[in-house]
């Protein structure tokens, strides 16, 4: 029963293709194709200037497709951050797949490793624990993948962001030294995401704050090279700071994923000097379903937008500004001299932040043309909505 | 592809049935189905002894098997916000469902007209404008729904929560009389609901909120007799005011939800005088993936609770509080002289609003015998995840 209303919600989407913007139901998630497509040739063309790998985090958009598009334009695979986002990319033919997060649950690292065993694609995952690189090995085995088959392993170390990696230096020694002992597992360089950085508005902070990352990576990757071992790559970096990881002359591998659609969040930011300038490529297309004489009030909430970075700001028309009116409702409220949008007006809103608000939607409709007059193009699945294990 | 993998987490989710809780996978949406069964007989208790009817909110739960649940225990229905929540109901075998919001788009009203026709379930629904009355009759018009048939319409007043709803008094009577000219259309009474009542703190403020609600309702129910119409029926209250409503005088239905599961959003309500207690019964399932000497981390963030009404807290084990550490981990510290939980430990979470945080899961899974040492009994679908339209 649900799957059939589900189906009846991306029908009701796939008819619109072909027709205006108009006919697209509301609250939907829209993306303008001509934007998402100008992004994704500015970041492929900063990388390949920069002699530096692109691994765009599917986190962010969710899509097999905008991967495959990804990878199309020189992206070399992509991240997620959990087991079943990579089962559902690698189901759905994504080929080169990097879970940048650790795992330590025996089943999920089992599915993980019957995934390895029996799929097209190429995984490879973060650790930071013993303890993880010891049950990543046992499921490989218990999977019956061996030798000459191995699993890219990459050590993550806090660079500043304070949440998952072993320290700098000498702990990410110990754990490629742990890796070492099992040939099953291939040490594969250095995770170092500092995500803390990416919303610092100022690009004065956010220099600073990768100058001392930069500077922790590279007293690991010493350490590691005056214990034996040698770094294939250091790989990490986000939309905010990622013209400074590609300067660094240490990443060789950025994982910007928010550059496709651009949310307002990320928009805030003063703009990196040499940076690519990104657009405004994801919109919640709303319409007003209450109006009195102080507010407008639009059928999206939180329920079709992620609020943890703050409330959408309004696209169009111009001189709103949204409040919140709870999971269904949205509160618009006309600047001075402004006049309110009338009863049933289209409400165009650009999301906080972008990765939580596709997990919302089953589908994101894409409109070639502009949001005022253009033609739904195509219907995008959201395929890891919802994969949390 | 996508259904694929969501059928495959319903199917390792069905597996767990008769295991043991330590079977869930992580992060996953649990119910404490002894707590959700004792919640429902204390509203249903309540309710009886009140002389009022019972209509909770879909909105918190989503679910058709709960929406039924709640029925067989004496609700005459449910509520919900969104056409595409109530079809996705119907469909899946609720009778009757009021739609307690205003809908506007004529595409989403002849959606509903078409369900009111081809369906066996009885659908009502608010309206607070003039516009929104005659595309609903139009719609039904163009469905072919005509006499004897009728739909059920209730006029939203705003009785102080400053979003939908006329104002209360000759507005609601201008409406009336417009719903009035419409064969199609029975006036059914007030939608009156306060929801920014529900979430003060002190029961003083709370009372305070209701009592000039209430004079705002009985205002209108006096100017609508005196204009020659009957009021059938007032419906309203949440789970932080209805034992308010309920003793108004006014009111005939309660539409709270969340007392079902209770958030700590409304756990941390100073008690309604004469209110029922409700205790804790939907819990996020969590584990630590990452460990260092200052904090644990686990492996559920906002993609698996909504934060709108704040963290979750840390309901198992004890000493620990939750700070949010994005879409995917939670950043757990121990309080003073208290352990960190082990990598792999479980922990168990308190999400601060069960609304969004039910609508960002496919399904929940049901456990008999508490969480400690439980078995899991069934898996409860979440039908209207997602139903924005």
């Known amino acids: 029963m649900h799957e059939t209303q589900t189906t009846a919600r991306w029908q009701r989407a796939q008819a619109c293709?072909?027709?205006?913007?108009?006919?697209?139901d509301t609250p939907s998630l829209v993306i303008d194709l001509d934007a998402m497509e100008r992004n994704l040739a500015r970041m492929a063309a900063f990388a390949h200037e920069h002699g530096v790998r692109l691994r765009p985090h599917a986190k962010m958009h969710k899509s097999a497709e905008l991967a495959q598009l990804q990878m199309h334009h020189?992206?070399?695979?992509?991240?997620?951050?959990?087991?079943d986002e990579a089962l559902a990319l690698a189901?759905?033919?994504?080929?080169?797949?990097?879970?940048?997060?650790?795992v330590i649950a025996p089943a999920k690292l089992l599915r993980l490793a019957q995934a390895v065993r029996d799929l097209p694609t190429?995984?490879?995952?973060?650790?930071?624990?013993?303890?993880?690189?010891?049950?990543?090995?046992?499921?490989?085995?218990?999977?019956?993948?061996?030798?000459?088959r191995s699993v890219d392993v990459l050590v993550e170390i806090d660079v500043g962001q304070g949440r998952c990696g072993v320290a700098p230096g000498d702990p990410a020694v110990a754990l490629v030294q742990a890796i070492a002992t099992h040939p099953v597992l291939r040490f594969a360089g250095l995770q170092a995401y500092h995500g803390g950085a990416q919303h610092r508005r100022t690009a004065a902070e956010r220099t600073q704050a990768m100058d001392a990352a930069t500077r922790a990576v590279q007293a690991t990757v010493d350490a590691?090279?005056?214990?034996?071992?040698?770094?294939?790559?250091?790989?990490?970096?986000?939309?905010?700071?990622?013209?400074?990881?590609a300067s660094s002359g240490v990443w060789g591998e950025l994982q910007a994923g928010s550059y496709l659609f651009m949310d307002a969040d990320y928009a805030s930011n003063e703009t990196t000097p040499l940076a690519p300038v990104f657009e405004h490529a994801l919109f919640v297309k709303s319409q007003v379903m209450s109006?009195?004489?102080?507010?407008?009030?639009?059928?999206?909430?939180?329920?079709?937008?992620?609020?943890?970075?703050?409330?959408?700001?309004?696209?169009?028309?111009?001189?709103?500004?949204?409040?919140?009116?709870?999971?269904?409702?949205g509160v618009l409220r006309a600047d001075a001299d402004q006049p309110l949008p009338a009863l049933g007006e289209v409400v165009w809103l650009v999301p906080g932040h972008c990765d939580p608000t596709v997990n919302l939607h089953d589908f994101m409709v894409g409109v070639r043309g502009g949001l005022a007059a253009g033609l739904v193009e195509r219907v995008i699945r959201v395929d890891t909505r919802g994969c949390l294990g």
Chains 1, 2 share one sequence.
């Open 74 to 83: 020189g992206a070399v695979g992509v991240c997620v951050q959990k087991t």
């Open 17 to 24: 293709i072909g027709r205006g913007v108009d006919t697209i």
């Open 291 to 329: 109006l009195n004489a102080a507010h407008a009030v639009c059928d999206a909430g939180h329920k079709s937008h992620a609020i943890d970075s703050g409330m959408p700001s309004v696209w169009f028309p111009s001189g709103l500004s949204y409040a919140s009116g709870g999971d269904e409702h």
């Open 122 to 148: 190429k995984f490879s995952i973060a650790v930071d624990s013993a303890l993880g690189v010891a049950r990543l090995a046992q499921a490989l085995q218990t999977a019956g993948v061996g030798a000459p």
């Open 224 to 245: 590691l090279q005056a214990a034996g071992f040698a770094v294939p790559l250091v790989t990490g970096a986000g939309t905010g700071t990622f013209s400074l990881e």
């Open 91 to 102: 189901h759905a033919g994504v080929r080169d797949i990097y879970i940048s997060n650790e």
